[in-house]
C-alpha cells in the first residue's frame, strides 16, 4: 500500500531595496533580502524562518541587524546579531559589535569594533591546529 504525503511548500521570497533608495526607520522581511539603497534604522528577519540579508556594495545600514543569515558587502554601522551564518565579503565595512554562530570573514573586509561568539559555553569557538610530521626521505 503507498501512502502519498504532502509537503508543504513555501515559496521562496526575494525583496531588492535598489540604490538610490533610502528608508528611515525599521524594516521586517522574510526570504531573501537585497540591499542596494540605504536602511537608517533597525532591519528584522522573520523569526523562526529561514531568511538572508544581503547587503551589496552599494549598501549602508545604519542601526542593528537581527538575521539568522547575512552577507555583507557594503558598510554597516551599528550591532548585526546573526543567529546562523554571517560573511562579511571583501569590501565589508563594519562599524560595530558583531555577534554571531558561525563567521566567514574575507581578505578584504574590514570590522571596527568587537566580535562576540554565540555558542554555547563549553563549545569549541574553533578547531584545534593539526601538526604534520614532515619526513627526511
Given at each position: 500500500?503507498?501512502?502519498?504525503?504532502?509537503?508543504?511548500?513555501?515559496?521562496n521570497h526575494h525583496s531588492l531595496l535598489c540604490a538610490g533608495?533610502?528608508?528611515?526607520?525599521?524594516?521586517?522581511?522574510?526570504?531573501?533580502?537585497?540591499?542596494?539603497?540605504?536602511?537608517?534604522?533597525?532591519?528584522?528577519?522573520?523569526?523562526?524562518?529561514s531568511a538572508k540579508l544581503i547587503v551589496s556594495e552599494t549598501?549602508?545600514?545604519?542601526?542593528?541587524?537581527?538575521?539568522?543569515?547575512?552577507?555583507i558587502n557594503g558598510r554597516v554601522r551599528g550591532t548585526i546579531?546573526?543567529?546562523?551564518?554571517?560573511?562579511?565579503?571583501?569590501?565589508?565595512?563594519?562599524?560595530?559589535?558583531?555577534?554571531?554562530?558561525?563567521?566567514?570573514?574575507?581578505?578584504?573586509?574590514?570590522?571596527?569594533?568587537?566580535?562576540?561568539?554565540?555558542?554555547?559555553?563549553?563549545?569549541?569557538?574553533?578547531?584545534?591546529?593539526?601538526?604534520?610530521?614532515?619526513?627526511?626521505?
Open positions: 500500500m503507498l501512502v502519498s504525503k504532502k509537503k508543504k511548500v513555501f515559496a533608495v533610502k528608508v528611515v526607520g525599521d524594516l521586517y522581511f522574510s526570504g531573501d533580502f537585497y540591499l542596494e539603497g540605504s536602511v537608517k534604522g533597525n532591519i528584522y528577519s522573520e523569526e523562526g524562518k549598501g549602508v545600514v545604519e542601526g542593528e541587524i537581527h538575521v539568522s543569515d547575512a552577507i546579531y546573526s543567529s546562523k551564518h554571517l560573511e562579511l565579503a571583501a569590501k565589508a565595512v563594519v562599524d560595530g559589535t558583531i555577534h554571531y554562530n558561525l563567521i566567514e570573514m574575507v581578505k578584504g573586509s574590514q570590522l571596527m569594533g568587537h566580535m562576540v561568539s554565540n555558542k554555547p559555553t563549553g563549545e569549541p569557538t574553533s578547531l584545534p591546529f593539526l601538526s604534520v610530521e614532515q619526513s627526511n626521505s
